[in-house]
């Protein structure tokens, strides 16, 4: 199985600031690599996709780059909504395996 | 609109067998464009992809759960179902369905999960 690794795994940070996210994995996943939302009681919604698509809806705000073995997710302006978990998760090969997650609190 | 929708028992005893269905409405299982599948969430382990099934029947499960793991599905109901054996604390979670383009894809739909506690 291929080894995801998120980090930090919490983050403080207040309204309007930049924020980056990591994920590493252990093997390369070209750019095989979704990031995803999840709040409280709710299901993970996807954010991006192939390390850098983002989904529709989904506000310019959020980024993605990367390719290989590493990959961020920056929000640029963080905003009251954005405050969750996010995880990343590849799509490289069977099984699909996720992050262990990285929940953005307010500071 | 795709509506995905699980059922099942909130409580199973340990050693016993859970079994789950996800209803499906706004999309047919058997049109053969997609994947449906399972995810679970526990607290120590995070999200871990369970199995997918095809409309054929065609599966395909997590390695590490293969051995306790079956997904079915009916598509004269328009569901399909998760049986997991043996299960113990460590199978306490949130399980989701879910929809899938391929059987490796992102994830772009989610039913609104289901908890399962395993406790004597």
């Known amino acids: 199985d291929i080894q995801m690794t998120q980090s930090p795994s919490t983050l403080s940070a207040s309204v309007g600031d930049r924020v980056t996210i990591t994920c590493r994995a252990n093997q390369s996943i070209s750019t095989w690599l979704a990031w995803y939302q999840q709040k409280p009681g709710k299901a993970p919604k996807v954010l991006i996709y192939k390390a850098s698509t983002l989904e529709g809806g989904v506000p310019p705000r959020f980024s993605g780059s990367g390719s290989g073995t590493e990959f961020t997710l920056t929000i640029s302006s963080l905003q009251p909504g954005d405050f969750a978990t996010y995880y990343c998760q590849q799509y490289d090969s069977y099984p699909l395996t996720f992050g262990g997650g990285t929940k953005v609190e307010i500071k | 609109q795709l509506q995905l929708q699980e059922s099942g028992p909130g409580l199973v005893k340990p050693s016993e067998t859970v079994s789950l269905t996800c209803a499906v409405s706004g999309g047919s299982i058997s049109s053969g464009r997609y994947y449906w599948g399972w995810i679970r969430q526990t607290p120590g382990k995070g999200l871990e992809w369970i199995g997918s099934i095809y409309y054929s029947g065609s599966t395909y499960y997590n390695p590490s759960l293969k051995s306790r793991v079956t997904i079915s599905a009916d598509t004269s109901k328009n569901e399909f179902s998760l049986k997991l054996t043996s299960v113990t604390a460590a199978d306490t979670a949130v399980y989701y369905c879910?929809?899938?383009?391929?059987?490796?894809?992102?994830?772009?739909?989610w039913g609104q999960g289901t908890l399962v506690t395993v406790s004597s």
């Open positions: 879910s929809r899938m383009k391929t059987t490796v894809t992102p994830i772009f739909s």
